[in-house]
T-cell receptor, first 115, second 116 residues
Framework: DGGITQSPKYLFRKEGQNVTLSCEQN?????MYWYRQDPGQGLRLIYY???????QKGDIAEGYSVSREKKESFPLTVTSAQKNPTAFYLC??????????????FGSGTRLTVV | AQTVTQSQPEMSVQEAETVTLSCTYD???????LFWYKQPPSRQMILVIR??????QNATENRFSVNFQKAAKSFSLKISDSQLGDAAMYFC?????????????FGQGTELSVKP
């Protein structure tokens, strides 16, 4: 079955460490997105990519980095510059980078905790 | 910039009753999509219903329907015959049709509880 796989499900990070969250899709979707979810704030866009080797900052990109070397993969690195990284992270994809097809597919998320 | 507001952090409904979740949005665009997503305790986001702004007819999906008021920029979700499985966090979301990469803008969410 096609879908989005996020790993790991739970991740613990020490202060000052970088960590990378994995997001893989086998849907042949062009566009991929990373959202951060905090209680009472809904989902906020971190980065998005419309095509391989290209990505744009979202609303809260500071302290995060991404790459899009392959169509099916869009890993997110949470750097030590991110002041409050404890959150739930959701990856999503969309078949169409122009917004003409409105369907989103979400992964099951990664819970990141700083210890 | 577009914004989405859900003014009800929590709602409660009795099983088999009807409940309406509110959503308002702000945009200067005339063409866009609106969505309601459900997030159960598993945290998996599930699309409930979508509405194209150019369509005057309100979208319906089984027990779920919307009241889309374009001039008022309002997009409420009605759940009829509520079931225990409807208990979840519900998010309203906006998607521009202009070239913004297809990103979704979410409201803060409404947590719905269903009482047996």
């Amino acid at each position: 079955d096609g879908g989005i796989t996020q790993s790991p499900k739970y991740l613990f990070r020490k202060e000052g460490q970088n960590v990378t969250l994995s997001c893989e899709q086998n849907l042949n979707h062009d566009a991929m997105y990373w959202y951060r979810q905090d209680p009472g704030q809904g989902l906020r866009l971190i980065y998005y990519s419309q095509i391989v080797n290209d990505f744009q900052k979202g609303d809260i990109a500071e302290g995060y980095s991404v790459s899009r070397e392959k169509k099916e993969s869009f890993p997110l690195t949470v750097t030590s510059a991110q002041k409050n990284p404890t959150a739930f992270y959701l990856c999503a994809s969309s078949i169409d980078r122009w917004g003409l097809n409105y369907g989103y597919t979400f992964g099951s998320g990664t819970r990141l905790t700083v210890v | 910039a577009q914004t989405v507001t859900q003014s009800q952090p929590e709602m409660s409904v009795q099983e088999a009753e009807t409940v309406t979740l509110s959503c308002t949005y702000d945009t200067s665009e005339s063409d866009y999509y609106l969505f309601w997503y459900k997030q159960p305790p598993s945290r998996q986001m599930i699309l409930v219903i979508r509405q194209e702004a150019y369509k005057q007819q309100n979208a319906t999906e089984n027990r779920f329907s919307v009241n889309f008021q374009k001039a008022a920029k309002s997009f409420s979700l009605k759940i009829s015959d509520s079931q225990l499985g409807d208990a979840a966090m519900y998010f309203c979301a906006y998607r521009s049709l202009h070239n913004q990469g297809g990103k979704l803008i979410f409201g803060q969410g409404t947590e719905l509880s269903v009482k047996p």
